[in-house]
């Protein structure tokens, strides 16, 4: 039965089929069907980078919301049960610091039962990897289901410890995009290729941040200014494709859930527009940014001490390798105390999670006239509208509450940092003091873009970015960031800068810190010259060069080592004709220079044809004073032990084979 597709113009209602409406047009069908196969050629080709950075981005936004949606749902439980408990205090107080101590002992135990890797943010040691080391297993794709578990709990429980999911979500990232890069390689047939391996690193970096705050511009310039020593600007679409596509589907399931109605930033605000600010305030911003600076040094030298105090100690340190979720609960008890509502919690407004937390800064209200002639109640739970009320207090103005939370949290943030959670601590970093600060301690410029991007405002662009500048200023001359801090404590093995950031440096050369101080042997160097040098030093190796004059032509042609080898056998004498030493290739045992008193032997590149050490043909007699090229003499002490390059004269006894087990083995062989 035909397919009915139309009607042939002024026919009688005749049918037309697909084959005779396109019959007399075969160059125009042949043409379409071309376009089609080049389009599904490239579209839908099999290895496309678009189509594994897009997956990539899809998969991470989704993993996001769905983190997002159980970490509400928690935290809910929480409060619910704070609130129904009634007025006991034993009771209340146990709820509020019970509820994060199980939590935050299960994060710990739980993630670190499976892989080692999944406490702390995971930004340092990507950062390390980044930078050309390996490290095993830390990107294996088994530890995703274990820092997602971990990191789950961490913030349901992050009203009380004060932490974020930013690093570790950035971590979750890297490892997805490793992983998405090995199916790459086994789909598509080729090799593994290091270079594609880093682009999926770095753009998996740039998913992470823009699938927390749907901010993928900010996510591109974290990935080349925290993540990357170095950035390939082939990796640039990547990352803003792959970002895009997270950010855009992180949003779009707001929308789906009903809670918004369209795309959005992630945290709206309110501010003017039409003159966001005064000329003359630019310098408050500066000022701003100068103190921001100067306490995120205070913070950083604090947070590095403690850690490294934490990890050098041998109570806590035997501690934490033994009894990790004891010691994660601990912490979580001390905190979860402090931060108890009725007690010193007022004054911190520790009913609110983060996200709260930020909304209620981000006011567009100024909370100082607002209680000037009122005094609002403290209502028995945070109410949406007017988040602001949790930092009221009636015995102190919102200036000594804010003044409370920033002494609090400085060291009570310090102390979150060492527990073996995976955790993220960029947006506690955020929300103490926002673009600056968090810039100053990260090293990073993109947190002033990242506070347009959350906020949707971009009217005070040039005064945020001008504290921020002034604000890594006065940090990058005084401290390491907060990530290199910790490869530092950590000891993981990061390449150090050759140069600094002080533009002075640049004219530092190899010469000003190389060793200029090596001792070296020469072809034409006497023989009593060789004994002195070798038994006066001990100098694991000495450079071989043609000759003692100083030339343009001063190359090296071999490098002596001390017999240490167990491989190395005195006594071994090569056939006459041995060719000479080259200072290229692999090194290759000859046998001693200096004779065993010396314990010296020369490495260079031999023929092993032309290596014939069960031979026992002595060397090539040469002048007096001069040494063999790839040749060995012996260089004792005792009599009978002089090398066959000095005169007859000279000798008291013939030169013998020494007796090692090789030789003998040797021997009986024949």
Same mark, same amino acid.
Not at 191 to 209: H, I, T
Not at 567 to 580: F, I, R, W, Y
């Given at each position: 039965?035909?397919?009915?597709?139309?009607?042939?113009?002024?026919?009688?209602?005749?049918?037309?089929?697909?084959?005779?409406?396109?019959?007399?047009?075969?160059?125009?069908?042949?043409?379409?069907?071309?376009?089609?196969?080049?389009?599904?050629?490239?579209?839908?080709?099999?290895?496309?980078?678009?189509?594994?950075?897009?997956?990539?981005?899809?998969?991470?936004?989704?993993?996001?919301?769905?983190?997002?949606?159980?970490?509400?749902?928690?935290?809910?439980?929480?409060?619910?049960?704070?609130?129904?408990?009634?007025?006991?205090?034993?009771?209340?107080?146990?709820?509020?610091?019970?509820?994060?101590?199980?939590?935050?002992?299960?994060?710990?135990?739980?993630?670190?039962?499976?892989?080692?890797f999944s406490?702390?943010?995971?930004?340092?040691?990507?950062k390390?990897i980044?930078?050309?080391?390996?490290?095993?297993?830390?990107?294996?794709?088994?530890?995703?289901?274990?820092?997602? &578990?971990?990191?789950?709990?961490?913030?349901?429980?992050?009203?009380?410890?004060?932490?974020?999911?930013?690093?570790?979500?950035?971590?979750?990232?890297?490892?997805?995009?490793?992983?998405?890069?090995?199916?790459?390689?086994?789909?598509?047939g080729?090799?593994?290729?290091?270079?594609?391996?880093?682009?999926?690193?770095?753009?998996?970096?740039?998913?992470?941040?823009?699938?927390v705050?749907?901010?993928?511009?900010?996510?591109?310039?974290?990935?080349?200014?925290?993540?990357?020593?170095?950035?390939?600007?082939?990796?640039?679409?990547?990352?803003?494709?792959?970002?895009?596509?997270?950010?855009?589907?992180?949003?779009?399931?707001?929308?789906?859930?009903?809670?918004?109605?369209?795309?959005?930033?992630?945290?709206?605000?309110?501010?003017?527009?039409?003159?966001?600010?005064?000329?003359?305030?630019?310098?408050?911003?500066?000022?701003?940014?100068?103190?921001?600076?100067?306490?995120?040094?205070?913070?950083?030298?604090?947070?590095?001490?403690?850690?490294?105090?934490?990890?050098t100690?041998?109570?806590?340190?035997?501690?934490?390798?033994?009894?990790?979720?004891?010691?994660?609960?601990?912490?979580?008890?001390?905190?979860?105390?402090?931060?108890?509502?009725?007690?010193?919690?007022?004054?911190?407004?520790?009913?609110?999670?983060?996200?709260?937390?930020?909304?209620?800064?981000?006011?567009?209200?100024?909370?100082?006239?607002?209680?000037?002639?009122?005094?609002?109640?403290?209502?028995?739970?945070?109410?949406?509208?007017?988040?602001?009320?949790?930092?009221?207090?009636?015995?102190?103005?919102?200036?000594?509450?804010?003044?409370?939370?920033?002494?609090?949290?400085?060291?009570?943030?310090?102390?979150?940092?060492?527990?073996?959670?995976?955790?993220?601590?960029?947006?506690?970093?955020?929300?103490?003091?926002?673009?600056?600060?968090?810039?100053?301690?990260?090293?990073?410029?993109?947190?002033?873009?990242?506070?347009?991007?959350?906020?949707g405002?971009?009217?005070?662009?040039?005064? &945020?970015?001008?504290? &921020?500048?002034?604000?890594?200023?006065?940090?990058?001359?005084?401290?390491?960031?907060?990530?290199?801090?910790?490869?530092?404590?950590?000891?993981?093995p990061?390449?150090?800068?050759?140069?600094?950031?002080?533009?002075?440096?640049?004219?530092?050369?190899?010469?000003?810190?190389?060793?200029?101080?090596?001792?070296?042997?020469?072809?034409?160097?006497?023989?009593?010259?060789?004994?002195?040098?070798?038994?006066?030093?001990?100098?694991?190796?000495?450079?071989?060069?043609?000759?003692?004059?100083v030339?343009?032509?001063?190359?090296?042609?071999?490098?002596?080592?001390?017999?240490?080898?167990p491989?190395?056998?005195?006594?071994?004498?090569?056939?006459?004709?041995?060719?000479?030493l080259?200072?290229?290739?692999?090194?290759?045992?000859?046998?001693?220079?200096?004779?065993?008193?010396?314990?010296?032997?020369?490495?260079?590149?031999?023929?092993?044809?032309?290596?014939?050490?069960?031979k026992?043909?002595?060397?090539? &007699?040469?002048?007096?004073?001069?040494?063999?090229?790839?040749?060995?003499?012996?260089?004792g002490?005792?009599?009978?032990?002089?090398?066959?390059?000095?005169?007859?004269?000279?000798?008291?006894?013939?030169?013998?084979?020494?007796?090692?087990?090789?030789?003998q083995?040797?021997?009986?062989?024949?």
């Open positions: 039965m035909e397919e009915l597709v139309g009607l042939r113009e002024g026919s009688s209602g005749n049918p037309v089929t697909l084959r005779e409406l396109w019959g007399p047009c075969p160059q125009i069908r042949r043409g379409i069907r071309g376009g089609l196969e080049w389009l599904k050629q490239k579209l839908f080709r099999v290895g496309e980078d678009w189509y594994f950075l897009m997956i990539l981005g899809v998969l991470m936004a989704l993993i996001s919301y769905t983190m997002n949606f159980a970490v509400d749902r928690v935290i809910g439980a929480h409060n619910w049960l704070y609130r129904e408990i009634g007025d006991n205090h034993l009771l209340r107080y146990l709820s509020w610091t019970v509820y994060p101590m199980a939590l935050v002992s299960f994060s710990s135990g739980f993630s670190q039962s499976i892989t080692p406490g702390g943010s995971g930004v340092p040691e990507l390390t980044l930078s050309g080391v390996v490290l095993e297993d830390y990107l294996d794709i088994r530890n995703f289901g274990a820092k997602v &578990v971990g990191l789950t709990c961490t913030l349901a429980a992050s009203s009380t410890i004060f932490l974020g999911k930013v690093g570790p979500f950035v971590h979750l990232s890297a490892m997805m995009a490793a992983y998405l890069g090995r199916v790459r390689v086994q789909a598509t080729e090799s593994e290729n290091k270079s594609k391996r880093n682009e999926m690193l770095v753009a998996g970096a740039a998913v992470g941040v823009a699938t705050f749907s901010a993928p511009f900010s996510g591109v310039l974290f990935s080349i200014e925290v993540m990357s020593s170095h950035f390939s600007v082939w990796d640039y679409w990547r990352g803003f494709f792959a970002a895009t596509c997270g950010a855009f589907m992180f949003r779009l399931l707001a929308v789906f859930s009903s809670q918004e109605e369209t795309i959005t930033s992630i945290f709206k605000t309110s501010f003017r527009v039409d003159v966001p600010f005064d000329l003359p305030e630019i310098f408050f911003f500066v000022a701003l940014g100068a103190i921001c600076g100067i306490v995120s040094c205070a913070y950083l030298l604090c947070q590095r001490v403690f850690l490294g105090f934490v990890r100690n041998r109570v806590i340190s035997k501690l934490m390798a033994t009894s990790k979720p004891l010691c994660s609960a601990l912490a979580a008890l001390v905190l979860a105390s402090i931060t108890y509502p009725p007690g010193s919690g007022r004054f911190m407004a520790s009913r609110l999670s983060m996200s709260e937390l930020l909304n209620s800064l981000l006011d567009n209200n100024s909370w100082a006239l607002m209680t000037q002639n009122s005094s609002p109640p403290w209502p028995a739970e945070p109410d949406p509208q007017n988040l602001w009320f949790e930092w009221y207090h009636p015995r102190f103005t919102v200036f000594g509450t804010l003044a409370f939370f920033l002494i609090m949290k400085f060291w009570m943030l310090i102390l979150a940092t060492t527990i073996p959670i995976p955790a993220g601590y960029f947006l506690p970093i955020f929300i103490y003091g926002a673009a600056a600060f968090s810039g100053a301690v990260t090293y990073s410029i993109s947190t002033a873009l990242l506070a347009f991007e959350m906020t405002q971009i009217v005070h662009a040039l005064p &945020v970015l001008m504290a &921020v500048l002034a604000a890594n200023a006065i940090a990058q001359s005084c401290q390491p960031s907060f990530y290199d801090g910790t490869i530092i404590v950590k000891k993981l990061y390449l150090p800068w050759i140069r600094s950031r002080n533009i002075n440096s640049h004219g530092v050369t190899a010469e000003h810190f190389m060793n200029c101080t090596i001792t070296t042997l020469a072809k034409d160097t006497p023989l009593e010259e060789v004994v002195k040098v070798v038994t006066s030093t001990d100098t694991a190796e000495y450079p071989l060069v043609e000759s003692t004059a030339s343009p032509e001063h190359l090296s042609c071999g490098l002596p080592r001390r017999a240490s080898d491989e190395a056998v005195p006594g071994d004498v090569p056939a006459p004709g041995t060719p000479p080259r200072a290229a290739g692999p090194s290759f045992p000859l046998c001693d220079v200096a004779g065993q008193s010396c314990g010296l032997r020369v490495l260079g590149r031999v023929g092993e044809s032309d290596f014939q050490s069960d026992p043909a002595g060397p090539k &007699v040469s002048q007096p004073g001069e040494m063999q090229q790839g040749t060995s003499a012996v260089l002490k005792e009599a009978g032990q002089r090398p066959p390059s000095l005169p007859p004269s000279q000798h008291t006894a013939p030169l013998q084979p020494s007796s090692t087990p090789r030789r083995a040797a021997r009986t062989q024949q």
